[in-house]
DNA sequence: TGCCATGTTAAACT
DNA sequence: GAGTTTAACATGGC
């Protein structure tokens, strides 16, 4: 559920139930204060990342869904569930669960930076292009989970990005030529969108060519599958097919 | 049925 | 103190 995409499509739904709403409550376990927010419109709901945001004129709620976090609208029923946050509003209520909440006293342009968010209008390659730079030494499958280059990548839009690109993830970020370096960072953008697309039309599994994948579509060869990199995340690809640089 | 995972953080280790 | 490992969250799919 919790790559960018997947908390897209949260956005795009709550945001024309409850943008503009005014908030009247806030309850729930995070540290979240009720005094700047209380009587406050809700301007707008964004994502950053893999960050839903929640915004009012002054400050910034981003609810982080880690591997399990779910919401609900107006059903605050599950008492086994721990209530994260909860907003009320003259009608209706929006509840978040089992994920990690922050408050922000700023709005959320100035706490997030749209040009490292690749579903963002503001995205900037040549950004990317500096940040990866900076890190020669990573190794590029640790550098497309790093969510201050790429905000919003997660572990399957990184496998099907390194094999669709035919980059093995092992490679390290300052040997890849310049040319493929943009090939990665423009198949980052392109397949977060397909990404969404096929989520949106319940077809992201059958669409995937890396991730879970036993054996190579291009050369019919087993697909190696590793847990790779500094958190050790399943990583699936073709040695045979994808370039270790 | 049991195990594992689209993720991150903080605590508990070495 | 630095770096590394583990636990926690708690659901759904295989």
């Known amino acids: 559920m919790p790559e960018g995409p997947s908390i897209y499509i949260i956005k795009e739904e709550l945001r024309p139930i409850f943008k503009g709403r005014t908030i009247r409550a806030v309850t729930g376990k995070a540290n979240v204060p009720e005094q700047p927010l209380k009587d406050q419109k809700l301007i707008d709901i964004k994502t950053f990342g893999k960050q839903l945001l929640l915004c009012t004129r002054d400050c910034t709620i981003s609810i982080h869904f880690l591997m399990f976090g779910v919401y609900s609208i107006d059903k605050n029923d599950k008492p086994t569930r721990q209530l994260k946050l909860g907003l009320k509003f003259n009608k209706g209520s929006l509840y978040f669960y089992t994920c990690s909440v922050k408050f922000f006293d700023q709005p959320a342009d100035e706490v997030f930076d749209a040009e490292a968010d690749v579903m963002n209008k503001k995205w900037s390659v040549a950004k990317a292009r500096k940040k990866l730079k900076d890190v020669p030494g990573e190794l590029v499958c640790d550098a497309l989970l790093d969510q201050s280059i790429f905000a919003g990548v997660g572990n399957i839009i990184k496998n ?52 879970t994948k036993k054996k190579c579509g291009r050369c019919d060869l087993p697909m190696k599958k590793k847990y790779l990199g500094k958190t050790k995340r399943r990583t699936f690809y073709c040695d045979n097919c994808q370039e270790k640089y």
């Open 160 to 211: 099907e990005v390194l094999y669709r690109v035919r980059i093995h993830p092992e490679s390290k970020v300052g040997k890849i030529p310049a040319r493929k370096i943009t090939a990665l960072i423009k198949e980052s953008v392109r397949y977060t969108f397909d990404f969404l697309k096929q989520k949106k039309a319940d077809t992201l599994a059958e669409n995937w060519q890396a991730y």
